[in-house]
């Protein structure tokens, strides 16, 4: 029972008693006290069914059942709560969201009462007035204490919260490790060596695409993921894309880090000649390149590590990944691309609506406490990982940056681990520090664009970064940060 409802009970007794002492004091007839004792039951009764309102609320996020053991404990979570609140009747949707379909659904008032999205999509969003201020509820549930400071920041604005982070990620590069050692990559101890810097990385490839005939390293170059890993090398060049001066938004990626970041691009392809042959790519391409043996590292995700080896049967015990390689900019100038996916809410929910949801959630185990029943969901979700052969054991962001439910979660995890961890332990060191969010303005829009860029420098030997990055920034400015201010 929350402690409101806990306060309204105590409210109404006390009320009850004191009715019953004013009767007793004043001599009232016991025929008129009974009535009055039979009022105040009514009021009582009256107050309940006010609390124990009739609530529909509405999804996303349900697994599917193409993922029968996610789907199963989904299904199982969602009957458990029906159970304990009757009177809420909830509705998963297998809605996801995208841009072509968010806005006719967003304008027509048809979203659900939760929806996910991309920390990308927030600004936009909540601009556009199609996300609750869920700031207060937040600080209700003790949970503004607990989330991660850097997710909160990109979920927040004018000092208002208007999601709640699902899941972070940082970008680290994922290597295969049998790959590493036909290289000769790797110490005395059969250990895979680590690139300290993006041009070791880049002759780390060379030298598996040399040695084992599989090409080294892998880019992608389409669905927005081309630019979208390219802001993440070029920050690392010491690169910015859009800056805020004299009250305007100004696009800048044309400066000279941006141009060698776009250079260091090209080189892969023609200098080091260490890509897929295959260059209109993105990481569905990837996934199935890595899990059959294709392609030896790419810049990628914690939470990608187990697409190869449920797509495509890779041994889990080839994969291992590390942290970012220090670029050009130095140590000081290291930029880690955080991003994630959120849950907002629709602007048409009402405050009891959106607590129905939290109460949801928490049956799900998203709270940053760590009592036995939210241990127990956790042990649950691991368990129906480790029953398909999913990689257990390595940990990335996490919505709650401190507190006992991240201790909880990262002991779990590593206490059932599947795999060697040290494959793993650069990441966990070096991967989740100096944390970057995406650049804040129209950021789909950007990647797009620059996929262009990329594609182009890889496809065409004597394409010029300065001329490419030139054009860009001015087709960006035009069309997009102009129509911002």
């Known amino acids: 029972m929350k402690k409101r409802n806990i306060a309204l009970f105590c409210g109404l007794f006390l009320l009850a008693s004191q009715l019953t002492g004013c009767n007793q004091t004043t001599s009232v007839q016991p025929e008129k006290e009974e009535l009055k004792v039979e009022q105040t039951q009514d009021t009582t009764q009256k107050e309940d069914i006010k609390e124990e309102q009739e609530i529909k609320i509405s999804v996303t996020d349900f697994p599917k059942e ?42 027509s008032g048809q979203l659900p009462t939760m929806y996910g999205t991309w920390f990308t999509e927030v ?15 937040v600080k209700e549930w003790g949970y503004d204490k607990y989330l991660d400071p850097n997710m909160l920041e990109v979920l927040s604005k004018d000092g208002r919260i208007y999601g709640l982070p699902i899941g972070g990620y940082s970008v680290g590069v994922m290597y295969n490790t049998d790959l590493f050692k036909q290289a000769g990559l790797v110490d005395d101890g059969g250990n895979a060596l680590i690139p300290q810097n993006f041009e070791e990385m880049a002759q780390f490839a060379q030298t598996i695409t040399e040695k084992t005939g599989v090409p080294g390293f892998f880019f992608p170059t389409k669905s927005n993921q081309g630019g979208w890993m390219f802001t993440t090398l070029a920050w690392n060049f010491g690169a910015e894309f859009e800056t805020f001066e004299d009250g305007k938004w100004k ?48 810049f990628s995700t914690l939470d990608w590590l187990n697409n190869p080896v449920v797509d495509y049967k890779m041994d889990k015990d080839l994969v291992g990944m590390f942290g970012l390689p220090v670029g050009p900019a130095g140590e000081e ?18 405050p009891e609506e959106i607590d129905a949801v939290f109460k949801y959630l928490e049956i799900t185990g998203y709270t940053p406490n760590a009592d036995p029943e939210v241990e127990k969901t956790l042990q649950e979700t691991v368990q129906a990982d480790l029953a398909i052969d999913k990689i257990v054991g390595p940990y990335g962001l996490s919505p709650w940056g ?40 129209a950021t789909q829009e950007l990647y797009k664009l620059l996929d262009s860029v990329v594609q182009t420098v890889l496809t065409d030997e004597k394409a010029d970064p300065q001329k490419l990055l030139d054009q860009a920034v001015a087709e960006f400015q035009a069309n997009y940060l102009d129509k911002q201010q």
Not at 123 to 137: E, H, R
Not at 264 to 274: A, C, G, M, P, S
């Open 66 to 107: 193409t993922d029968p053991e996610r789907y199963a404990l989904a299904k199982k979570q969602l009957d458990e709560y029906h159970a304990k609140y009757p009177n809420i009747t909830l509705e998963p949707t297998d809605w996801a969201y995208d841009i072509n379909s968010f806005l006719p659904k967003a304008a």
């Open 123 to 137: 600004n936009k969003i909540v601009d556009a007035g199609y996300a609750a201020d869920i700031t207060d509820i």
């Open 251 to 298: 696009a800048v990626f044309n400066s000279p880090e941006a141009v060698q970041a776009l250079q260091y691009i090209k080189d892969l392809r023609w200098k080091y000649n260490v890509l897929p042959d295959n260059l209109l790519v993105d990481y569905g391409d990837f996934f199935k390149y890595f899990g059959t043996g294709q392609v030896g590292m790419a």
């Open 333 to 350: 100038g290291r930029g880690v691309l955080m991003g994630g996916t959120v849950r907002m809410f629709s602007p048409n929910a009402t």
């Open 402 to 441: 401190s507190g006992p439910r991240r201790e909880a979660e990262i002991k779990i995890l590593t206490e059932n681990a599947n795999v060697d961890m040290s494959k793993f332990e650069n990441y966990l060191t070096h991967g989740m520090t100096d944390l970057r969010p995406e650049e804040p303005i």
